[in-house]
């Protein structure tokens, strides 16, 4: 089998975050266009086979080409985004049921602006647009652009009429107070909402915090003590399977039999190294997560970990792994690496040279353990606490190391222990299946967060119905990869796990029509993104912005139930999918309060950027999950999620706030008491 180095995934992670730009090569110019305008030229060069979309496109189609400032001064917009030069190919879409312009080759569009100020003249911004042929489509992510007083064409002249000073058009950052933070996502609100957004309300005291109320009324509902549990019990669960890879598992007894034999006459010495030994590896690991999360910090992962192009690089590098778990090729670090270790552990004596022996066992199987690792490190990165990484690498870590050091104090256990053999390379085909599920939660993430609509769920589901009945077959020794040896009868093991794996594939088919699958609501997309839904249990929020929901409210005489939630929060789809779908919880968030969720991962841009202070800094919210993190945090100290906290009209809580927790007679008691103080 040919070997590749981590160079080459290294390049494969690098393929793969430029990906979904390689279709499109965009360049940005200004150009004079006489009496103190000019225009914002956004020429963009097309794949042969491919096409990008024109700037106006009906409602509901695809995602059309589209312009965003960040900053503009010293200049203001005229007129709108438009396509200029050749004129857009239209055509009937069957897809999309709609006619839509598209270009093909080239395009060309333009933006134009009138110069107000020269000397501060200053434009920050991007364009979305998306690349598709005739199989697939990109994403839409930004292609950015920046020019400043240099930039201009030296031609360009400010007529004498025009006004003097630096402008700022409504797209430049503005420092606002909470209460004209309210305001900046009027394209939110729905016609139907809009129609009792004009109740009074006062977006001072909706914004205010709320803290000490909160503190007063205690944390009933919090339940991160047991998200800590429930990562180290992840970690350590990861780490068992890491032990059967083939990467680990013969290191076993070769490492124990080493310290055996160093020490053939003080058998309490092995036993002490040994120990010693496992304690390295745990040391190791831990490191490893405070690294990661001292170099990002707590919060900046839990935002990589919603980020569109982290999301795609990390489904590209499943993808990449399960190849190589399939037995595509072989990856292996860089000898050097390994060899270094070595010397290091040979030229140093004691505690230290053991230790570095356990640095090589990290780095030796690093290609089994590798995504194993990674998806305990994004999981956790999600819990928004800066201890979760550490946590679960130690979980992990003492499912490493226990083994070593049990076979060291009970050596006679090593004759016990099952041989190597093509045992191993099953686990490995079966790591690379579930590599392949996981991989297309990642890709959902971004898919969710930006809308795209690739990943709906009954594809989602599709896929894996395929993949887990694949498996299911492949344990029955019906089909074979390379490295696996032939099967003369199916074992035991293996045909009960060929049955879970074939009926858990069965259990996911009613899901095509809407049953609610409990079991894989962390990891599907959510039920409103199925087309066809024949279960009708599922709750829906009245709306998706606080100040509407807070009129809402106002109108009907009903307490406000906000939900923190997020798109690739996979505790928010198990209260969905377990609480909210109790006949009891279902009436209570149906008839009795005005129920408002707020996407903290959102991508959607906000009309301008808003700058705020926080912690001494200047925060800058560019979207509407920035938006309604900053309301989280600053109102109700808290970032994570999920989070609900019932309000009454004034902003101020009812009951104590409510975090992850499955148990449907807690959360009634939590609803039943905002509810009754509300009445109060």
């Not at 124990?256 to 002490?272: D, G």
Request: aromatic share 12%; hydrophobic share 45%; proline share 5%.
């Amino acid at each position: 089998m040919k070997k590749l180095s981590l160079l080459l995934s290294l390049f494969f992670l690098s393929i793969a975050a430029s990906f979904a730009q390689d279709e499109m090569v965009w360049n940005f110019t200004l150009e004079d266009k006489g009496n103190g305008e000019i225009e914002l030229v956004a020429d963009v060069k097309i794949k042969q086979g491919w096409y990008v979309y024109d700037t106006q496109i009906p409602d509901g189609g695809p995602t059309p080409t589209q312009i965003s400032f960040d900053r503009m001064t010293g200049a203001e917009p005229v007129g709108t985004f438009h396509a200029a030069g050749k004129e857009a190919k239209v055509k009937y879409d069957e897809i999309f049921q709609m006619t839509i312009g598209t270009f093909q080759n080239s395009a060309r569009f333009v933006q134009r602006l009138r110069v107000t100020d020269k000397s501060a003249f200053s434009i920050e911004g991007d364009i979305r647009a998306q690349a598709c042929d005739n199989q697939s489509c990109t994403p839409p992510l930004p292609n950015d652009f920046s020019f400043t007083a240099t930039d201009l064409p030296a031609t360009v002249r400010v007529p004498a009429d025009s006004p003097t000073g630096t402008t700022e058009t409504t797209t430049a950052p503005l420092e606002l107070q909470p209460a004209q933070i309210a305001d900046s996502d009027q394209s939110q609100r729905t016609a139907a909402q809009a129609a009792v957004s004009t109740a009074e309300i006062d977006s001072d005291l909706l914004w205010t915090p709320v803290i000490e109320e909160l503190q007063e009324y205690g944390m009933k509902g919090s339940t991160a003590g047991m998200s800590m549990l429930w990562i180290l019990i992840s970690g350590f669960i990861g780490g068992l399977i890491a032990l059967v890879t083939p990467c680990v598992w013969p290191m076993i007894p070769m490492t124990v039999s080493f310290f055996l034999k160093r020490n053939k006459t003080e058998r309490k010495k092995a036993i002490t190294e040994a120990l010693i030994y496992g304690a390295a590896i745990i040391v190791i690991y831990v490191l490893l997560g405070l690294l990661i999360t001292g170099i990002f910090g707590a919060s900046a992962l839990n935002n990589l970990a919603t980020s569109a192009l982290f999301n795609l690089i990390f489904f590209a590098l499943l993808v990449f792994f399960a190849i190589a778990f399939f037995g595509g090729f072989e990856m292996v670090l860089p000898s050097k690496w390994t060899n270094k270790m070595d010397e290091k552990a040979d030229k140093t004596s004691g505690a230290l040279s053991i230790f570095f022996m356990a640095f090589t066992l990290v780095l030796v199987s690093f290609s089994c353990t590798g995504p194993i690792i990674g998806t305990l490190l994004v999981e956790a990165a999600t819990a928004g606490s800066i201890l979760a990484p550490a946590i679960g690498m130690l979980g992990f870590a003492i499912a490493l190391a226990v083994p070593f050091v049990l076979f060291a104090i009970f050596p006679s256990w090593l004759a016990g222990m099952p041989k190597s053999g093509g045992w191993l390379n099953s686990v490995k085909v079966v790591l690379g299946f579930l590599e392949l599920a996981l991989a297309l939660k990642f890709l959902s993430v971004a898919d969710l967060a930006y809308g795209w609509g690739i990943l709906d769920r009954e594809v989602f589901l599709v896929l894996w119905i395929v993949i887990f009945a694949l498996l299911g077959i492949y344990l029955l020794g019906k089909i074979k990869f390379p490295g696996d040896s032939d099967v003369p009868h199916i074992t035991i093991p293996r045909l009960f796990l060929s049955i879970i794996s074939i009926a858990f594939a069965i259990y996911m088919i009613p899901g095509l029509w809407g049953a609610p699958l409990k079991a894989i609501s962390a990891f599907s997309p959510p039920l409103f993104t199925q087309d066809f839904n024949l279960y009708d249990g599922e709750v829906h929020a009245k709306t998706l912005d606080y100040e509407t929901g807070i009129a809402m409210a106002q109108q009907q005489n009903k307490p406000v139930l906000i939900d923190f939630s997020g798109y690739g929060c996979v505790n928010c789809r198990k209260m969905e999918a377990s609480v909210w779908t109790d006949p009891r919880v279902k009436d209570l968030l149906d008839n009795e309060y005005i129920l408002i969720t707020l996407m903290v991962d959102d991508k959607t841009r906000l009309p301008e950027i808003i700058e705020v202070e926080e912690n001494g800094r200047t925060t800058r919210l560019k979207t509407i999950g920035d938006k309604w993190s900053y309301l989280q945090r600053h109102k109700f100290g808290s970032n994570a999620q999920p989070y609900y906290i019932a309000l009454d009209h004034d902003g101020k809580p009812l009951s104590p706030s409510y975090a992850y927790d499955e148990n449907v007679e807690r959360y009634i008691e939590f609803l039943q008491t905002g509810l009754n103080n509300f009445k109060q």
